[in-house]
């Protein structure tokens, strides 16, 4: 009987233990607590009437503003050093996110790197592209109504040397590295306004990617020439009295008639100590700024914001005053390629051009031929002036 009654209680227990089991799986599970969003200008809405909390470390901000970070961005802001691995000998500011406040020309005063900004978008680059517009509309316009300058009188085929093959190589030299420069440079400056839209951000950003480098190859090419085209021609560039009658005339031409010249106008000592020396100077020495080749500069963000900028003016003012300059060596003038490209020119255009500059090599002041005949090859030079 104990027996029946044991086995009885078992299976009551057995079920009751069945029935929990079932119950348990099929009760539903409770939802864990989710993450709750905080809004930190409700968390202490108050914070800011503590006496300290303009005081206050991030630590202590973060207890009762959690988010809000204001003391380490106006620490930031007040240009305190933090820890850098860098030497402080190559790199004195890498400790410091936000520049100080400055003031440069055109610019608010705001930190450098946003004053940086301002001067560059909002003159350099705008005011920029207006000189060079009004530069190359100038120019067209004026080979619109004047075209080229042709020679008044017939050519004899007596040809005068009017650039040895020395002078032509520095001029192309310096010509085809500075065209590398000015066209990767006008890419970089204004090509997400002008090109930018018309063939996309991939192709663009090849395109100025390979222009990058290019700029960065012809650097010390232009710079090595601009030195050896200034020692060169420096001599014949030397002003002179006669200059100033040019100046004043405009060099005739607008009245049609050619103020005499000797071997370099006044137009092109101009273009010669104004744009090769002075700016070219201007532009090579920002540039090596620019990329680090000064030895002995501290390279901080200042002193690569102002290279920056000097470098963008001085370019700008170089590239529309040689505008002209290519103009008149090209389809402004006839001849004026020819010789340059060749080094000869007809009697004709010696006189007509440069009329002092061709009296002097009639008087044997200057000799019509000053490339020695082995070196010029007897066979294929021109004939030269037979009075001089």
Known sequence: MIHSFMKQLSLVLMTVLWVGVVFAQSAPTPAKEAVKSANIFSIAPDASTDPKYVDQTNGERGKVQPGNNAPLWRQAGAGVTGYSSLPASEAPEAGNLIQPFVQYPGSRLTTAGEAWRQVRNQWIIPYGA??????????????????????????????????????????????????????????????????????????????????????????????????????????????????????????????GKEVPSHRFNAGEKVVFWGGVFLLGGIVVASGLVLD??????????????????????????????????????????????????????????????????????????????????????????????AQA
């Open 130 to 255: 207006a000189l060079l517009a009004i530069i190359a509309g100038a120019v067209a316009l004026f080979y619109w109504r004047k075209g080229t300058m042709t020679l008044h009188g017939a050519e004899t085929g007596r040809k005068i040397e009017r650039f040895t093959p020395f002078e032509r190589s520095a001029h192309w030299a310096n010509a085809i590295a500075f065209c590398a420069l000015a066209i990767s440079g006008f890419v970089m400056a204004f090509g997400k306004f002008l090109i930018l839209p018309v063939i996309g951000g991939a192709l663009f950003g090849w395109l100025t990617f390979a222009l990058k480098n290019i700029h960065n190859f012809a650097g010390p090419l232009f710079a090595v020439s601009l030195v050896v085209v200034l020692i060169t021609f420096v001599r014949d560039n030397m002003p002179s009295a006669d200059d100033v009658q040019w100046l004043l005339q405009g060099g005739g031409m607008f009245s």
């Open 292 to 385: 680090k080749l000064v030895p002995g500069l501290i390279y901080e963000r200042s002193t690569m914001q102002v290279a920056n900028m000097v470098h963008g003016v001085a370019t700008l003012l170089m590239m529309a005053m040689f505008i002209g300059h290519i103009y008149m060596g090209t389809i402004g003038m006839q001849g004026a390629y020819s010789a340059m490209r060749e080094g000869y020119v007809d009697e004709t255009w010696a006189k007509e051009h440069h009329e002092l500059w061709y009296n002097d090599i009639q008087a044997g002041k200057i000799p019509a031929q000053r490339t020695p005949p082995a070196t010029a090859g007897a066979a294929t030079a021109p004939p030269v002036s």
